[in-house]
Every structure is written in structure tokens, then in C-alpha cells.
């Protein structure tokens, strides 16, 4: 099975049932939520959201239902969820908020999902996050509101009454990246670079590959035109790396997403635009997933087994899992099956027997290939460790296999 979550409906603006999770209010309007806030002396986190986000989704189905989640958010935070998107299935909640939602994204720049944003308990707004996290890691962003030394408006008041140094500045930099403040983002980087007289320390070259996006930006003439120097102190083939993924970014992804394109020639013009740049490893993956998302299977069986010939070693478990349910499901030669078994083991072994979704892709494989008591039993472990929400899904595929039925293939 692929890496896709199986996720109830969202209700909009909906609270949390779970006893144990995070609490979000339900029945207030913008203005009674800030109200709460104050009266309670609390911070107000507002998780702005889309219904066709899947990130999103992750975050309030998987999430925020936590115990040590809802423990943490409970005890710091009044918690509302704002609807950023509009759909015929809204409900009348939903309705009442969308001006306040409108005006939230204008006036805070929400442009990403999921965003959350901090007000202190007087509403004025102090922090940002964008984009989720596993719960351990989120709940250590979430702490970087409640400290002002850390809270990103706050800091940003700061360098708008002056605040120049350089320390403070590559902080700043960063952490408007992480706020997904890029215009700023890209204002403080190169403010702090001015102040240095040597960019090739290893400070420097991290710093400049952790704030360099664009083509436009300092850091990628330096890594293109310097990559020797680059190389010499961040290690080989950092810079490559680095404009390779700008180039496939501003090249070719962006020219892909019309109708009729012509994907070598979109390739083509990306390698003579910039000689320089060996695109050969990102292309080749990105061609495996234009055939894929094609349904190319002729094509995309050789080009599958090409690229895990050359690249096979740097392959991660999740894309090793992807590439052998892609084969599960559409390629019947008994030496790619062979391939894709080998590819699924290594994903099962490499997350320590602990995915019940690589376990699942492993027992089809194995199951395909005639190997049906095997496969059985990594399909139990597959039933064994999923979670509640989806034990049903794997627990149908055991029976099916138990039932010696071959004409199954598992919901993605």
C-alpha cells in the first residue's frame, strides 16, 4: 500500500471529540474566541486550514486527537480552527466565519497549509508556524510561541525598530523562512551575507544553502560557479545538489503542469539553459513519475529498473515502497516482480519491521509471486501493528489471501 493516508471527512470548524486530544472551540465567532483568550490570560492558536489539504488533515485526525498533544495545546492555548477555503458542503458555521477568514489570510499572508498563527492573550499576533509535524516535533515549534526571544513577530518588531547584527539577522533570516515570510526571508539573508567578508566558511555555505530558493538568490551563482570551493568545505556533491533542485524547480517542474507538454523536450531546454548542472538523477525521477501518473506502464517498468540500477542505494524506504506497490499493482513480468520484492524487503528492513504499510506492499508482493504462507504472515504483522483506523482495510486483505483469492488489490 502506498504512503496514503486513510483520513475521515473533515468537519469544518468542527471540535476535537477525542477526550484526550486538543480542545478547538466550536460556536464562537472571531471576536468571542480573542475575547476568550483574554479573559483566561492564555495565547490563541489558530490553525488555518483548507478541506482539500491532506497535511492538514494528518494534523486533525492524527495530530492534535494526541494526548500529549492536546495535554500541551489545553494547558498554554485557546485552540480554534479557521476554514480558509470555500465548498458547497460548508455548514453555516463555516458561512459566518468567512469574512473574519478572509481577512485573516489578507492580513497575515496566510498562503500555505496548514498555518498556524499565535496571538498574545491581548491579541496581538506573535507567532507563525507553517506546515505539521509528528507530535514531538510540533509540540517543540508550538513552545517557540510562549518565549518572546523566539516568538517570530516579536523579533521581527524588532529588526523593523532597527535591530541589525549580524548574529541576529541570520536568525531572523531563518526564521522568516520557517514562517514562510520568504520576502523577508530573502531581505534579512542578504542583509547578513553584506556584513561578511568571507562566505566560504562552512557557517556561511550552510547558510547559504539553507536560504537559497531561487536562481535569483546570492547563494546559487556561488554553488553553480564555485562548486569546487563549495564542495571542498560542505562535501561532495553538495553543490550540485543544491542547483540541480532550483533548476528542476524553475525548468521544469513549473513547465509540466500544463496540457500536451512534451517531457524530453521540457528536459532538454532545462540542460541547455544550464550546461553546468547535471539534472540526470532528478530527471529520471521525475520522468518514472510522469509515467506513472500517466499510467505509461511499458514505459515506466524499464525506467523504474534503470534508475534504481544507478540509484538504488540512495533510495528511501518511502519511495522504495512506492516504486514496488507501483509494480504490485501494474506490471506483470516475473523479473520486475522479482525487482519490486526486493525493493519492498528493503523498505521493511530499514524501518525495523515497524510500517504496516511497507508490510502490506510486502505481503502483496509476496503473495503475487506465489510465496503464500509468507506472505500471509508479513500481512499479519501488517494487521497487528496498524492503527485502529485502518486495521480494517489490512485485516480484509489477510482474509482475502487466507480465502486464496487473487484478483484483490488493496484501497489506496
Not at 76 to 91: A, I, L, S
Amino acid at each position: 500500500m502506498r504512503i496514503i493516508a486513510l483520513f475521515m471527512v473533515l468537519l469544518p470548524m468542527a471540535g476535537i471529540a477525542q477526550d484526550q486530544g486538543t480542545y478547538f472551540e466550536h460556536g464562537l465567532s472571531w471576536s468571542e474566541v480573542k475575547e476568550k483568550a483574554k479573559s483566561e490570560n492564555k495565547y490563541l492558536f489558530v490553525d488555518c486550514f483548507t478541506t482539500w489539504c491532506g497535511p492538514c488533515k494528518h494534523m486533525t485526525n492524527t495530530i492534535f486527537p494526541q494526548e500529549e498533544v492536546g495535554k500541551f495545546f489545553n494547558t498554554n492555548f485557546v485552540n480554534v480552527k479557521v476554514q480558509m477555503d470555500e465548498t458547497d458542503q460548508d455548514n453555516e458555521e463555516v458561512k459566518s466565519w468567512r469574512a473574519d477568514a478572509k481577512a485573516i489570510a489578507e492580513e497575515y499572508s496566510v498562503r500555505a497549509y496548514p498555518t498556524f498563527l499565535v496571538f498574545s492573550p491581548d491579541g496581538e499576533i506573535v507567532h507563525r508556524l507553517v506546515g505539521g509535524g509528528e507530535a514531538a516535533q510540533f509540540i517543540a515549534r508550538a513552545k517557540e510561541a510562549l518565549q518572546p526571544e523566539t516568538q517570530y513577530y516579536t523579533q521581527l518588531r524588532k529588526y523593523d525598530a532597527g535591530e541589525r547584527s549580524p548574529e541576529f539577522l541570520k536568525n531572523m533570516a531563518l526564521s522568516a523562512q520557517s514562517a514562510y515570510d520568504m520576502e523577508n526571508a530573502s531581505k534579512m539573508a542578504e542583509a547578513y551575507l553584506e556584513t561578511q567578508t568571507d562566505l566560504y566558511t562552512e557557517g556561511n555555505l550552510e547558510f547559504l544553502a539553507k536560504t537559497t530558493r531561487s536562481s535569483k538568490d546570492k547563494g546559487f551563482d556561488i554553488f553553480l560557479n564555485n562548486s569546487d570551493k563549495v564542495n571542498a568545505v560542505l562535501g561532495e556533491g553538495k553543490a550540485s545538489d543544491l542547483v540541480a533542485s532550483i533548476v528542476m524547480q524553475e525548468e521544469v517542474y513549473a513547465k509540466l503542469r500544463g496540457e500536451d507538454v512534451n517531457f524530453a523536450a521540457v528536459i532538454n531546454e532545462a540542460k541547455a539553459k544550464y550546461p553546468k548542472v547535471d539534472i540526470s538523477k532528478q530527471s529520471e525521477m521525475l520522468e518514472i513519475q510522469w509515467y506513472q501518473r500517466n499510467k505509461d506502464w511499458a514505459n515506466f517498468q524499464p525506467a523504474v529498473l534503470g534508475y534504481m540500477e544507478k540509484y538504488g542505494s540512495e533510495v528511501s524506504p518511502q519511495m522504495l515502497n512506492s516504486f514496488a506497490w507501483a509494480v504490485f499493482e501494474n506490471c506483470e513480468d516475473p523479473s520486475c516482480v522479482a525487482s519490486a520484492i526486493a525493493w519492498s524487503k528493503r523498505s521493511v528492513d530499514e524501518t525495523e519491521r515497524k510500517n504496516p504499510t511497507f508490510l502490506d506492499t510486502y505481503a502483496n508482493l509476496l503473495y503475487k509471486s506465489g510465496s503464500i504462507e509468507e506472505a500471509i504472515a508479513y500481512q499479519q504483522q501488517a494487521v497487528d501493528l496498524a492503527p485502529d483506523g485502518e486495521k480494517e482495510t489490512y485485516q480484509a486483505t489477510l482474509e482475502k489471501m487466507k480465502n486464496g483469492d487473487s484478483t484483490w488489490k488493496t484501497e489506496q
